[in-house]
């Protein structure tokens, strides 16, 4: 079973969120699966830089402007297509965004490319390799299954990873996309009269996934589906969730070479010295107390403004917090100015930083992600991994991978972190008081704990899913 995967990131060539991390794991998980997986990504240059063993695979005259070659190679042990066509994809930084953080002008253009390609290369353009299955995540890879619809080509899935990001374009987009007029219809690309990308390939993919069962339900609501729930329900028997999986081997706490001290469920009382380390590298003041974590993107779909604002009472708890994150500038600033008003109790690094991730979920005592949304979230699963008890919205993934420590689970032991609703500062603040109430029982903590480092956040029973996905769609 040969798979094609598209997307536009892939860990650890190019990332900005969870996607990467998702892409660069399925590959190997499904290996053992029986699932042969090649992944197509865009030619960035640390894509280009990364790749060995390469051997031309495919020359374009013309895709989307310019001369584009594909070339196949290895990289971390993946094995990748890359589409090097330097007037689309040789720009350095994030993928999507210039340098005045707005998008790139040619987006419609950049992943126009990422989906032809994948139709071309899925469907044998190159005969030695055809995949029984097209694989496209996210909108930046949705007219794969368009253009395999309308042009020809294997059965396709479109995994949704975050609907808030749809790729919509002027009707005028429609003409360079070289389709049959028909595909500019409901069934199609046409999105109240403009192009829509992820509409496209929702409307055209023969299976649907999204990262998490309560997600899967959640975006056929008007609330969660940002205009696309109408198209979703009607689609619903071939829409599932599949939730996220992490790579236990680069995240395993007794063995990660990015943390001080290395730990497992049976010497817990090693953490302390990561979580020393952890009160250094934040400026915070040492203490055996409450230490909360967040690595986040800092944006009003991770709650970050409404957790901006409660940060006075999460130091009024007893309390400390290490956060790492970027985002949005408002909300680094109302963080930043929290961080002056409590110097060692909020320590704050406003960054990307993959080392700085791995110390906060092996030193901080939780890990909280109040999401107004999550589609799955891994930074909870990341947590439950190393002990750092998840606190977290009741939303998509976070309410499908946390159990919330009330009564009942707490008697059954079944707990392994809290969950609150709705997403406003007195309910995160209430929650924030029960983890500090919590903490102060260390047998309980314990428990929780233990408990999460006992679940198995591992992918391999999420991509036993998407095999039989792929082998029932490859059969029909
Ligand atoms: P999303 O993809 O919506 O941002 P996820 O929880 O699925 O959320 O994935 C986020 C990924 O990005 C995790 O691997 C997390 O550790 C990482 N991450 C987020 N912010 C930062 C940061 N500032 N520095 C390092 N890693 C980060
Ligand atoms: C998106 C979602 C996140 C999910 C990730 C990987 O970035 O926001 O919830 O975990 O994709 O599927």
Redesign the pocket.
């Known amino acids: 079973m040969k798979i094609l995967s598209a997307a536009s990131e892939i860990y650890p060539l190019v990332?900005t969120?969870?996607?990467a991390?998702v892409t660069g794991a399925l590959p190997a998980a499904l290996a053992e699966q029986g699932v042969e997986v090649t992944s197509l990504v865009p030619g960035y240059p640390a894509v280009m830089a990364a790749l060995e063993k390469t051997a031309p695979f495919h020359a374009y005259a013309d895709l989307f402007g310019g001369p584009a070659q594909l070339v196949r190679g290895r990289a971390h042990g993946m094995d990748i297509i890359a589409i090097d066509a330097p007037h689309l994809f040789d720009r350095p930084g994030n993928p999507y965004l210039g340098k005045d953080g707005k998008d790139w002008p040619d987006n419609a253009q950049r992943f126009a490319a990422l989906g032809k390609a994948a139709a071309d290369v899925a469907g044998g353009i190159n005969p030695r390799f055809r995949a029984d299955v097209l694989h496209c995540h996210d909108w930046q890879a949705a007219l794969g299954p368009v253009f395999t619809r309308f042009l020809g080509g294997p059965k396709s899935v479109a995994t949704v990873h975050?609907i808030a990001f749809q790729g919509q374009f002027p009707a005028s987009v429609f003409a360079m996309l070289d389709l049959p007029q028909q595909a500019f219809a409901i069934d199609g690309v046409e999105y109240y009269g403009n192009v829509g990308y992820l509409k496209g390939g929702l409307a055209t993919a023969d299976a649907i996934t999204t990262v998490s069962p309560t997600y899967a339900q959640e975006i056929c609501t008007p609330e969660y589906g940002m205009g696309l729930d109408g198209l979703l329900r009607a689609r619903r028997q071939v829409l599932r969730g599949i939730v996220n999986g992490i790579d236990t081997d680069l995240w395993d706490p007794e063995r990660d070479p990015r943390i001080p001290a290395r730990f497992g469920a049976k010497s817990l009382k090693q953490r302390t010295a990561n979580k020393r380390a952890l009160e250094a590298r934040f400026k915070l003041e040492p203490g055996d107390g409450l230490l909360h974590g967040v690595?986040?993107?800092l944006t009003w779909?991770k709650g970050m403004d409404i957790f901006a604002a409660s940060l006075d009472a999460l130091v009024a708890t007893g309390a400390r917090l290490a956060l790492?994150?970027?985002g949005e500038t408002a909300i680094e600033n109302a963080i930043f100015e929290a961080s002056m008003r409590h110097p060692g109790r909020i320590g704050v690094i406003i960054?990307?930083?993959?080392d700085?991730?791995h110390l906060v979920q092996a030193g901080a005592d939780t890990i909280l992600v109040p999401s107004r949304f999550e589609p799955?979230?891994?930074?909870q699963l990341?947590g439950l991994r190393y002990g750092c008890v998840p606190l977290v919205a009741r939303t998509g993934g976070l309410n499908d991978t946390v159990i919330d420590a009330n009564d009942a689970a707490l008697q059954s032991q079944v707990a392994t972190g809290f969950q609150f609703s709705p997403v406003d500062e007195a309910t995160l603040e209430h929650a924030l008081s029960r983890a500090a109430e919590c903490h102060a029982d260390p047998k309980l903590w314990r428990g929780l704990q233990k408990r999460g480092m006992e679940q198995d956040v591992s992918w391999g029973r999420s991509a036993a899913a998407y095999a039989q996905l792929y082998r029932t769609l490859a059969k029909a």
């Not at 960054?351 to 993959?354: A, I, V």
């Open positions: 990332k969120g969870g996607l991390d975050n690595v986040s993107r779909q790492l994150g970027a960054g990307y930083d993959e700085v991730s799955c979230g891994l930074t990341y």
